[in-house]
């Protein structure tokens, strides 16, 4: 790991949701080697501990179920005995779900036997929703308590589909639109407290959750990456390391002190262009 530039994090004691991930890990890796203390949160409490081990010391992993408040609060108590108090949080956890993907991405009528808008599944909706809206509101409403009173730092992951949203993913595209709305709603709401809000928007790499959906199982482009690369100008998907500048950003008070409820794209040029 390179980092583009250091800045000082000492002090810093961040908890990552979907730290298990492979956007979230490397913000874990980031922040530990500029000096915070990491507190990797996610369901999969292997894949998260991975990472801990890895970076050492001053990282922790722990099993932590966003859709549960109860867990949410066991896992700020097991924070706080091993570092202290959070004054950095990452929303990472989010994702998408088959039920609430369409096979077309637009409607055919003479086509059958597809699974388009009308044959959705309410369930898989309301999941989207949930794994990315609810968790971000019910992580954020632990863990900014006790910033109310010591001011703290929270970045949002957003996407580029809170921009223009995907063809087949509408839930996802509309619950991604909901974190930078609320971004902007809890930076308004908590600027008086000295808590600043702001999110990344990654415009398309590959992880674990899409690489299916951009690779076949030889490991050639779909047809999928190859309507993406043509909407990048930069005609090429980001690499992870990429998004490791704009949080260094965010994350050092002296660089963006000044700086809330923002929603940054890290995305080759794909929100600016037209296709034109």
């Known amino acids: 790991m390179k980092l583009p530039f250091q800045i000082d994090l000492c002090g810093k004691i961040a908890a990552i949701t979907g730290a298990g991930g492979v956007i979230c890990g490397e913000f874990a890796r980031v922040l530990a080697a500029c000096g915070a203390k990491v507190a990797l949160l996610d369901i999969n409490f292997d894949a998260a501990k991975a990472i801990a081990d890895e970076i050492g010391d001053n990282a922790i992993a722990v099993r932590c179920d966003c859709l549960d408040k109860q867990s949410i ?3 700020k108590e097991n924070i706080e005995e091993c570092f202290g108090k959070v004054n950095f949080l990452i929303n990472g956890a989010g994702g998408n779900n ?3 993907t369409t096979d077309n991405e637009t409607m055919s009528p003479e086509v059958r036997g597809v699974k388009d808008f009308f044959k959705l599944e309410e369930s898989g909706i309301k999941f989207v929703f949930d794994l990315n809206i609810t968790t971000a509101f019910l992580v954020t409403q632990v863990f900014a308590e006790d910033m109310v009173q010591t001011g703290g730092n929270i970045i949002n992951i957003s996407s580029m589909n ?3 949203p995907l063809t087949k993913i509408p839930a996802y595209s509309a619950a991604k639109a909901g974190i930078s709305n609320f971004t902007q709603w809890l930076a308004v709401h908590f600027a008086p407290c000295g808590i600043r809000v702001n999110a990344i928007a990654p415009g398309f790499f590959v992880t674990n959750q899409n690489r299916a959906l951009l690779f076949d199982e030889k490991g050639a482009p779909t047809a999928r990456t190859a309507k993406i ?3 990048t100008p930069m005609k090429k998907f980001g690499e992870i390391s990429d998004l490791t500048g704009a949080l260094l950003w965010l994350a050092d008070d002296g660089a963006s002190g000044f700086v ?3 929603v940054i794209p ?3 040029g794909f929100s600016a262009y037209s296709g034109v």
């Open 162 to 164: 809170a921009f223009r």
């Open 266 to 268: 890290v995305d080759g």
């Open 229 to 231: 690369l043509a909407a």
């Open 98 to 100: 088959p039920r609430a």
């Open 73 to 75: 609060v066991a896992a």
């Open 260 to 262: 809330t409820g923002t």
